[in-house]
């Protein structure tokens, strides 16, 4: 008899819909990404990113207070570094006294229990704006990963729960384990960007800390030697296991929605917690496109989300996590 099976009666009103609905959007999920400066009083929108800020010390404590009272209680920090401080091998980035180390304390002491996880790279601090120390044209592997295992060092005595290496290169996470454990921070994790792709939705995000890469040269013009080549997906399984492998406590795909195949492999392959960060040009991309009334921006925002989700997330790294916070029932 035609069909026994009828999988509207599933859909037929909200009550049921909500009783079957596979994936469910919390403030747990999040992990919001904040840009720091130096300074008093400032709070300035970042050009390409609509709705979102850098904040100066001062105003990052309101911030805090702000995402605490929402229910969102994990932050990954990145700062913005004046141009007189970068070097090639990212001195700064070891400052104990530096923005992101004044920063980690900041947060810590305004919310003592919101998870502060930390940018691990030298991009922010080096003046040719590469995420590993440049040498004769090339990013030199080996030695970036000892000022990585350093910077790692001085976050967690500044307070951080979480260091997040943002890099690629090889061995980086065992290089950051071995340095946190000889320095006793047993309990400070690892979020390792382990499939991290070479992408071009990355653009506002340098915009917002003005460390693109320099057009100089001898200075590689893209990040194409060290980030994945976004043709690969089997890559991705094998750059995870590695650093799971080295100790990595959680995983991660970025950027998210253009991804969302590597996510679900890398669920299906390894029982991991795994991270996606919705990067900057997929946040850019809807601002524009809601701005100019071609899309419903809350609509398709939650839809985007429930898809990162869906596909395997349990970390949702997002610059729109206040907005969908808000809108949660
Ligand atoms: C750099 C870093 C980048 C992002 C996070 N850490 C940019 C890059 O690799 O060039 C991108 C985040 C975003 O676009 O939102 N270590």
Not at 22 to 50: C, H, R, W
Not at 90 to 106: C, D, F, P, V, W
Not at 257 to 273: A, G, K, Q, T, W
Request: proline share 4%; with cysteine; net charge negative.
């Amino acid at each position: 008899m035609f069909p026994i099976r009828r999988n509207r009666r599933l859909r037929t009103n909200e009550a049921i819909r909500g009783l079957v609905r596979e994936t469910i959007i919390t403030p747990n999920d999040f992990l919001v990404p904040l840009f720091v400066v130096e300074g008093k009083g400032i709070k300035e929108e970042i050009a390409s990113m609509p709705n979102y800020y850098r904040y100066s010390l001062d105003l990052l404590v309101e911030e805090v207070k702000t995402l605490w009272n929402l229910g969102l209680k994990s932050v990954l920090l990145f700062v913005k570094v004046d141009d007189n401080l970068k070097d090639n091998k990212g001195t700064e980035a070891l400052n104990q006294n530096g923005l992101m180390q004044r920063a980690i304390k900041t947060v810590k002491d305004t919310c003592p229990d919101m998870l502060v996880m930390t940018d691990v790279a030298l991009d922010p601090f080096s003046s040719y704006g590469h995420d590993g120390i440049v040498e004769s044209g090339k990013i030199i592997n080996d030695a970036t990963v000892e000022v990585l295992a350093e910077m790692s060092i001085s976050h967690a005595e500044a307070g951080a729960n979480f260091v997040a290496p943002s890099d690629m290169m090889d061995g980086r996470i065992i290089g950051i384990r071995e340095g946190l454990d000889q320095s006793n921070f047993l309990d400070v994790g690892i979020m390792s960007y382990s499939a991290k792709y070479a992408s071009a939705f990355y653009g506002p995000f340098r915009d917002a800390l003005d460390s693109a890469p320099v057009d100089m040269a001898n200075v590689p013009k893209d990040k194409k030697t060290y980030q994945m080549d976004f043709a690969n997906r089997d890559e991705a399984i094998r750059e995870t296991e590695m650093d799971i492998n080295e100790g990595a406590d959680i995983v991660m795909v970025k950027p998210g929605l253009s991804y969302l195949d590597i996510v679900r492999d890398i669920r299906n392959s390894f029982e991991i917690p795994i991270a996606v960060y919705q990067v900057s040009g997929e946040y850019a991309m809807l601002k524009a496109a809601a701005e100019k009334g071609w899309l419903d921006h809350d609509a398709v925002m939650l839809e985007q989300i429930t898809s990162i989700k869906r596909a395997g997330a349990d970390i949702i790294a997002s610059y729109f996590a206040k907005d969908v916070v808000k809108l949660l029932p």
